[in-house]
T-cell receptor
Framework: RKEVEQDPGPFNVPEGATVAFNCTYS??????FFWYRQDCRKEPKLLMS???SGNEDGRFTAQLNRASQYISLLIRDSKLSDSATYLC?????????FGAGTILRVKS | NAGVTQTPKFQVLKTGQSMTLQCAQD?????MYWYRQDPGMGLRLIYY???????DKGEVPNGYNVSRLNKREFSLRLESAAPSQTSVYFC?????????????FGSGTRLTVV
C-alpha cells in the first residue's frame, strides 16, 4: 500500500464548476501536509500548506482530518488555467512523501 | 532570481554509461534533495542532504551516488546506467529539514537509458 493515496482521475469538469480532491495517508506520525500543483512536463510547485483548522487561499480550500488521516482540496469556480496534476504531500521526519497525483482537466 | 537550476534538461544514455546530473540553488537553502518521478508512482526520494557536508539515503538510492559540493550545489551520479533508471529527475531545496516551508524544485532532467 502506498503511504499517500490519491484518486488518479482524470477529473473532467466545466469552467465554473467546484471540484474536490481527496487524499489519505497511512503513517500517523506525519507532521506536515501540502498540496502541490504540477503542470504537464513541469516541476511541482507548492500550492498551499494544509492545517488542521483548515485554510483558504482565494478559490482554494484545504482541509486536514488527522483522526481519519485524510486531506482534501476544494477548488471553486474552476478556470481553464487550473488544469494540472494536483499532488498530495505529507511530511514525515525530515522528508516529504508525495502522492502520485490527481489529474484535473477544466473544459470550456 | 533563478531558484533551483538543473542541468542537463534532457539526456539519452546507453546502458552502462555514467553521467552526473547537476543541481544548484541560489536561495541560501540548507537542505537539498534528489527525486525521481515515474508514471503512476509519484516522486520518490533518492538521496538528500540536510546541510553542507552531509548526505543520506532516501527511498530508492540503489544505483546512485551524490555529492554535496558546497551549500549551493548537490549532484547526482549514475555510475552504470540501466534502463530502469529512465525517469524524470528533480532536484529540490528547502530552508531546513523543518518541513513547514515545503520545497522549491528545479525544472527537471528527462533521462532515457537505452
Amino acid at each position: 500500500r502506498k503511504e499517500v493515496e490519491q484518486d488518479p482521475g482524470p477529473f473532467n469538469v466545466p469552467e465554473g464548476a467546484t471540484v474536490a480532491f481527496n487524499c489519505t495517508y497511512s503513517n500517523s506520525a506525519s507532521q506536515s501536509f501540502f498540496w502541490y500543483r504540477q503542470d504537464c512536463r513541469k516541476e511541482p510547485k507548492l500550492l498551499m500548506s494544509v492545517y488542521s483548522s483548515g485554510n483558504e487561499d482565494g478559490r482554494f480550500t484545504a482541509q486536514l482530518n488527522r483522526a481519519s488521516q485524510y486531506i482534501s482540496l476544494l477548488i471553486r469556480d474552476s478556470k481553464l488555467s487550473d488544469s494540472a496534476t494536483y499532488l498530495c504531500v505529507v511530511g514525515r521526519g525530515n522528508k516529504l512523501v508525495f502522492g502520485a497525483g490527481t489529474i484535473l482537466r477544466v473544459k470550456s | 532570481n533563478a531558484g533551483v537550476t538543473q542541468t542537463p534538461k534532457f539526456q539519452v544514455l546507453k546502458t552502462g554509461q555514467s553521467m552526473t546530473l547537476q543541481c544548484a540553488q541560489d536561495m541560501n537553502h540548507n537542505s537539498m534533495y534528489w527525486y525521481r518521478q515515474d508514471p503512476g508512482m509519484g516522486l520518490r526520494l533518492i538521496y538528500y542532504s540536510a546541510s553542507e557536508g552531509t548526505t543520506d539515503k532516501g527511498e530508492v538510492p540503489n544505483g546512485y551516488n551524490v555529492s554535496r559540493l558546497n551549500k549551493r550545489e548537490f549532484s547526482l551520479r549514475l555510475e552504470s546506467a540501466a534502463p530502469s533508471q529512465t525517469s524524470v529527475y528533480f532536484c529540490a531545496s528547502s530552508e531546513s529539514l523543518v518541513l513547514s516551508y515545503g520545497y522549491t524544485f528545479g525544472s527537471g532532467t528527462r533521462l532515457t537509458v537505452v
